[in-house]
């Protein structure tokens, strides 16, 4: 009965994929669970095992750089070697295919650059860019380890990983651009993210306030799951292909 339901979801979320003129989707750690990257919550959760203010607040790295530093160089080794799964490469399919698409991720593991997507606004940084904590100038860098206390190359200054910390505004036109996705899609797919962390939580609501008909994906029930018109019960590497 179940796996019926899931049919029918999944047939009914690919008929309103197909007549979408402006798809929107909003990713979070599960789509990149199948990839091999740890999700933040639930069994296995990186917040499970390290404790978020001590690792991911303005205050912590204040308190600690090196200790904060020695996180993300653990995270870069760990993501390094990790390949898109068929989650990310039926999404960069997907925006092929249709007229105007919008990718909204809060990971910060690059992983659907790496799958092709193109349009992608990342909500929370990226993992392989670091920014000056004094003249703020960002620069990718992909090396792994960064040194213990990396160091501005035009000032000097220690720099910081340029990823959007708890209690951090995000960039105001990183969000500007997610809110015009939001505004202007007739569908929103919002796939893998717990719906904990505002403001990406509230995103979906907002595009279904906005009129788009809203779809999750989840391995789990979510705050919204009975709020969105579709939601599909499953991994998301195995229920996006099912959509092309
Ligand atoms: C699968 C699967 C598979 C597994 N297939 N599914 C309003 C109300 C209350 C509080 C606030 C508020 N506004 C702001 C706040 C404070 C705070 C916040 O939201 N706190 C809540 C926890 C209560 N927000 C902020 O501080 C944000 N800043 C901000 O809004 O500034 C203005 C402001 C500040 C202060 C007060 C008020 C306003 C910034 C948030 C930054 C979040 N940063 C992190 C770390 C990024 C860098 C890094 O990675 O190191 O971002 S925390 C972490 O959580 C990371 C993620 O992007 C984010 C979301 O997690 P996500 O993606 O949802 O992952 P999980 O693990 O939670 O869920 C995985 C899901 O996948 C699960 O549902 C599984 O079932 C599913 N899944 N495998 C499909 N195969
Ligand atoms: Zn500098």
């Given at each position: 009965?179940?796996?019926?339901?899931?049919e029918a979801?999944?047939?009914?979320l690919?008929?309103?994929?197909?007549?979408a003129?402006?798809?929107?989707?909003?990713?979070?750690?599960?789509?990149s669970?199948?990839?091999g990257?740890?999700?933040?919550?639930?069994?296995?959760?990186?917040?499970k095992?390290?404790?978020?203010?001590?690792l991911?607040?303005?205050?912590?790295?204040?308190?600690d750089?090196?200790?904060?530093?020695?996180?993300?160089?653990?995270?870069r080794?760990?993501v390094?070697?990790?390949?898109?799964n068929p989650?990310?490469f039926?999404?960069a399919?997907?925006e092929r295919?249709?007229?105007?698409?919008t990718?909204i991720?809060?990971?910060?593991?690059?992983?659907h650059e790496?799958?092709?997507?193109r349009?992608?606004?990342?909500?929370h940084?990226?993992?392989?860019?670091?920014?000056?904590t004094?003249?703020?100038?960002?620069?990718?860098?992909?090396?792994i380890p960064l040194?213990?206390?990396?160091?501005?190359?035009?000032?000097?200054?220690?720099?910081?990983p340029?990823?959007?910390?708890?209690?951090e505004?995000?960039e105001?036109?990183?969000?500007?651009a997610?809110y015009?996705?939001?505004?202007?899609?007739d569908l929103?797919i919002?796939?893998?993210?717990?719906?904990?962390?505002q403001p990406?939580?509230?995103?979906?609501?907002?595009a279904?306030?906005?009129g788009?008909?809203?779809?999750?994906?989840n391995?789990?029930?979510?705050?919204y799951?009975?709020?969105y018109?579709?939601?599909?019960?499953?991994?998301?590497?195995e229920m996006?292909?099912q959509?092309?």
């Amino acid at each position: 009965m179940a796996e019926q339901e899931t049919e029918a979801c999944i047939k009914e979320l690919r008929e309103k994929l197909w007549g979408a003129r402006d798809v929107a989707v909003l990713t979070g750690a599960g789509i990149s669970a199948e990839s091999g990257v740890p999700t933040f919550r639930g069994e296995g959760g990186l917040w499970k095992q390290f404790r978020a203010v001590d690792l991911a607040t303005p205050e912590a790295f204040s308190r600690d750089p090196k200790l904060v530093w020695e996180f993300y160089n653990w995270r870069r080794e760990l993501v390094a070697p990790l390949s898109p799964n068929p989650g990310h490469f039926a999404l960069a399919e997907i925006e092929r295919r249709v007229p105007r698409f919008t990718l909204i991720t809060q990971n910060i593991d690059g992983l659907h650059e790496k799958a092709g997507s193109r349009n992608i606004i990342e909500l929370h940084g990226n993992l392989w860019r670091v920014r000056c904590t004094r003249c703020e100038t960002v620069t990718e860098d992909r090396s792994i380890p960064l040194p213990e206390l990396p160091a501005c190359e035009s000032c000097g200054s220690l720099l910081r990983p340029h990823v959007v910390w708890f209690g951090e505004i995000l960039e105001p036109q990183v969000l500007n651009a997610a809110y015009d996705a939001i505004g202007g899609c007739d569908l929103m797919i919002v796939i893998g993210t717990s719906g904990t962390v505002q403001p990406a939580a509230s995103m979906g609501v907002q595009a279904k306030r906005n009129g788009a008909a809203v779809a999750e994906i989840n391995l789990e029930p979510t705050p919204y799951s009975d709020v969105y018109n579709i939601s599909i019960s499953g991994k998301s590497g195995e229920m996006l292909p099912q959509l092309l």
